[in-house]
């Protein structure tokens, strides 16, 4: 059965559990001293020497690594982790400001009673946490910042392209300052743990990451983060090529807000729907061809109490008709569900959105007050 994973490796003491096991196995694969060439020198073949041209150390991988990896961190977390296990966890993190502010992952943090980050020359600093956005799985931690430390430089998540190079570092099984090398392998992509929750708008990378990157920077080819692993999709408990970062610029619109000590929970509507194309609504006889209809309202949820009307239809009809269509949210046009997913990022419990609909063919306004999403 495939399991979505959360990135965060668990630990016993200073690193425990996955972890050593994954350094005794690398142990026994490797190849023994005797057999490892380390000549280097000219080849000779007869009497005629052959120039044997060292291997450039300059690569993509390389470059970033050498710019970046003093400001990308290990994460440990003594005490009750989010995982529910006694014994704590690790996982990854970046300077993202001047001021000692590391942006991680909010499910390696949670819970911990003690928290500090390990920078690549062996200093370690305790850390506090700032802020947190649990929609996202961002985590804010503040330390003491060395005075050699800069901040990452954080992208335009919005101008990634599929193939685009991407770099990732982290702390694998407990493996500090790993860096791999792949592209990007698809943008907006939307997919669900398996918490009842879709995480849409995701960028996909083939950059090999494992439990513990959690938390660490994706990279462009010029060192900027583009976006912060999160989730790997596995049958095995590692990286089979499928992982999935948050844009950067979610976390950039976040940043203000966890700066000044937000613990974000995620919101909902409490609606399925279907985005609305020209077929759509010619079958249903709509005035406008973009937007989303919906589907369904969740009873007792914020979209039902505010009086959102979901279609009717029955087992034999693809899509249910006559339901609400919204045009737009807050003034600003939405032509599918992750449109309306960015415009919740940083809501929260209690505001409200105006959400602009047509029904029965007439445009009108709905207010609703958006609720936490339920822990069931």
Known sequence: MKALLLLAALVG???GGGAVGAIGSMRLLAPPAAAVSTDVGPATHGTTEIAVTPPSSTTVAGDVYRK????????????????????????SGFVVDKNGYILSYQHVVEGGRAISVRFNDGASRE?????????????????????????????????????????????PFGLEQTVTQGIISAVHRTWSPGDGRVRRNLLQTDAPVNPGNSGGPLLNSTGEVVGITSLIESPVRGNVGVAFAIPVNTAKRLLPQLQAGARLEPVWLGITGQPVDAAIARDQGLPVDEGILVLSVVADGPAARAGLRGGQGDANERIARGGDVIVAMDGTPVKDLGKVTEALVGRRSGDTVTLTIIRNGQRQEVRVTLQPWPSA
């Open 13 to 15: 003491g200073i690193i």
């Open 68 to 91: 970046v990896s003093p400001s990308v961190v290990q994460v440990v977390v003594s005490g009750q982790a989010g995982s529910g296990r006694m014994g704590g966890g690790s996982g």
């Open 127 to 171: 850390a506090q946490v700032a802020g947190t956005d649990k929609g996202n799985d961002l985590a804010l931690l503040k330390v003491d910042l060395p005075s050699n430390i800069s901040a990452v430089p954080l992208g335009d998540s919005d101008r990634v392209a599929v193939g685009d190079v991407a770099v990732a570092i982290g702390s």
